[in-house]
């Protein structure tokens, strides 16, 4: 396999090295900020540092292994700051208040978010909550009474996902985003909390997102198909100019 030449590294005896011996090297590095740095060498290792052969598995049938899991539950506590979990589509993944506390990013293994449900029971707050910065993409995530997601410190994105609160007597406990962060600089997470929402279909619960008196709603579109709303927004610090609420008919 010819070699990628890398301007940084010409010459180096690493860059002899085939593209599947130095993943399994990087493997080895911490994601942040050992992988993350490795990454800035030169492009053939930004594309290597990004190889999905380092994600985290989660599949309900797979034989356990360093980087495999049955369920999400475990794959977070044995993920490293940094990681990205992928989850197996064609299955329920049970989530009753999976506490992140650490950076990561979880993607659905589907063709479309619809292919990989994350579910949160009844008796449970939320399916998933965040203390720290955090990627949602490609998922489904259903709760039955409660929140989908509870952010409390942090910035969180999610981006082409499905919010869903079942429809309940108690509608008025459930909120698909619900933040109780502040606007106080975030210790844990060098930065400012909030919330970004993009292209993600949301449904049932009292409103979409329910936030504090600190963090305010801002730059929302909506997408209004025949079947359910598409969002746009961002929960941030309070801005001084209100942005207007745009709808588009799809």
């Not at 063709?111 to 449900?117: E, I, V, Y």
Request: net charge positive; aromatic share 6%; proline share 7%.
């Amino acid at each position: 396999m010819p070699k990628r030449a890398c301007t940084g590294l010409r010459g180096s005896p690493m860059q002899l090295l085939d593209d599947a011996c130095l993943v399994r090297i990087l493997t080895f590095l911490t994601p942040l900020p050992d992988r993350f740095n490795a990454a800035r060498v030169c492009k053939r290792w930004q594309k290597l540092a990004c190889d999905k052969r380092m994600w985290l598995r989660v599949e309900p049938d797979l034989k356990p292994a360093p980087n495999q899991f049955t369920t999400l539950q475990e794959a977070v506590i044995k993920a490293r700051p940094g990681d990205t979990v992928l989850i197996a589509p064609g299955v329920t993944h049970v989530t009753p208040n999976i506490l992140i506390n650490k950076p990561l990013c979880l993607v659905g293994g589907g063709d479309s978010a619809d292919d990989t449900l994350l579910l949160c029971p009844r008796g449970f707050d939320s399916a998933l909550e965040f203390l720290a910065n955090g990627r949602l993409a490609n998922l489904k995530i259903t709760a039955e009474l409660g929140s989908c997601l509870l952010h409390r410190k942090g910035r969180l994105t999610v981006d082409s996902c499905a919010l869903e609160c079942v429809d309940h007597p108690l509608d008025h406990l459930s909120y698909p985003i619900m933040s109780t962060a502040d606007d106080q600089p975030c210790p844990i997470t060098n930065g400012q909390n909030e919330v970004s929402v993009i292209e993600t279909r949301i449904e049932g619960g009292l409103r979409c997102v329910n936030t504090g008196d600190k963090l305010k709603l801002q730059q929302v579109r909506v997408l209004c198909g025949r079947a359910a709303y598409t969002f746009w927004f961002q929960v941030a610090k309070h801005v001084s100019e209100e942005s207007p609420l745009v709808y588009c008919k799809a």
